[in-house]
């Protein structure tokens, strides 16, 4: 791929979901879930804590900032934006495919928020396929070194390089290239939108990846972005049919949790709020992630990106006092309606 095409596909990416409706047209599942109020909790809601540690970091609260974006100059600020506001709120942070920055070292700067983030948990992110394609374990590690990353996402997109008319398509052998680096590189597997089944799951823990992000259906459809993106009626036609594709968010959790037991993992999804960042964590999740609702505001300044990360852990603060959890922890311990 060119130096010119990769980042106008990440600035299409940007303008696309700021602009269009690209949500996918099955819900999260989180909707079936509920938890038993608790009228009498016997907390004190100031003395409860969100913090909780995770592949060895410690944070302030269970969310994580997914990954989104980098490779132009809005990306860059960006990034800046939503590293500041993680920092300050002592949450974790993810980067968007970090390709551009290995293969076009002067796009690194784009990525680069360590200054400005210097104890967040920070992901850099690769798409797995390029393993098929000659990325190397080397290059893996200088995509985490650019940004000074805890650990490496690997990401999962089949539908979507499917869909892409320059899309990376061959998917065949790659398990056993993920299972080298992970053996190398800390690795967290990462879907992008439509979920992570028992199978994917089980066969990415014997990897050895230390997390997975399931990434489930419910939020935003990236078949639908990249039919915003076709250049003819012919790719845009192939692309509108998937708008219902995917694990909803809620039944991807469960099959990680049941499929790879005791492995770490990150919600994310369609998540909307605080209460579906709970219900995630109730579910078994380790960390509950969204990007879109931060996507916005973070070209705006890192206020307002604090200002959505008040809101969301004001609304998970409220959630543990009326289901009687006094830690991240007692929420996997709760009881839940589930319909």
């Not at 992901?123 to 995509?143: E, H, M, S």
């Not at 190398?184 to 089944?197: D, F, H, M, N």
Request: with cysteine; net charge negative.
């Amino acid at each position: 791929m060119t130096q010119a095409v990769l980042p106008q596909r990440k600035s299409d990416h940007i303008r696309i979901n700021l602009e269009q409706d690209v949500a996918s047209r099955i819900t999260t599942g989180l909707e079936r879930v509920r938890f038993a109020h608790q009228a009498l909790p016997e907390l004190d809601m100031q003395s409860i804590d969100l913090s909780t540690t995770v592949f060895g970091k410690r944070l302030r609260a269970p969310l994580l900032m997914s990954c989104m974006t980098g490779g132009t100059e809005e990306a860059l600020a960006i990034n800046r934006n939503l590293a500041a506001a993680a920092q300050q709120a002592g949450v974790a942070m993810g980067l968007g495919s970090m390709r551009a920055a290995v293969a076009h070292p002067e796009l690194a700067y784009t990525f680069q928020v360590r200054d400005v983030a210097p104890d967040v948990l920070l992901f850099a992110n690769i798409g797995a396929v390029q393993l098929n394609y000659g990325f190397t374990i080397d290059q893996c590690r200088q995509a985490m070194d650019i940004v000074g990353a805890d650990a490496l996402v690997l990401h999962l997109n089949p539908l979507q390089e499917a869909l892409q008319p320059e899309g990376d398509v061959n998917w065949a052998g790659l398990l056993s290239k993920i299972e080298r680096v992970a053996r190398t590189l800390p690795v967290v597997a990462k879907e992008v939108g439509w979920g992570i089944s028992r199978r994917a799951a089980a066969d990415l823990a014997s990897a050895g990846v230390i997390g997975i992000d399931v990434a489930g259906a419910g939020g935003t459809s990236w078949s639908q972005v990249e039919m915003h993106r076709a250049k003819t009626d012919i790719q845009r036609r192939v692309a509108e049919a998937f708008v219902d594709w995917g694990i909803p968010t809620a039944d991807s959790i469960r099959f990680v949790r049941e499929a790879a037991p005791g492995l770490p993992i990150i919600a994310s999804g369609g998540l909307k709020n605080g209460v579906d960042g709970a219900k995630c964590l109730a579910l078994g999740a380790s960390l509950f992630g969204l990007a879109r609702p931060f996507l916005k505001p973070a070209t705006v300044s890192a206020e307002h990106v604090l200002d959505e990360v008040t809101i969301l852990l004001g609304q998970l603060r409220a959630v543990m006092l009326c289901a009687g959890a006094q830690t991240v922890q007692d929420l996997g311990r709760v009881e839940l309606l589930e319909s």
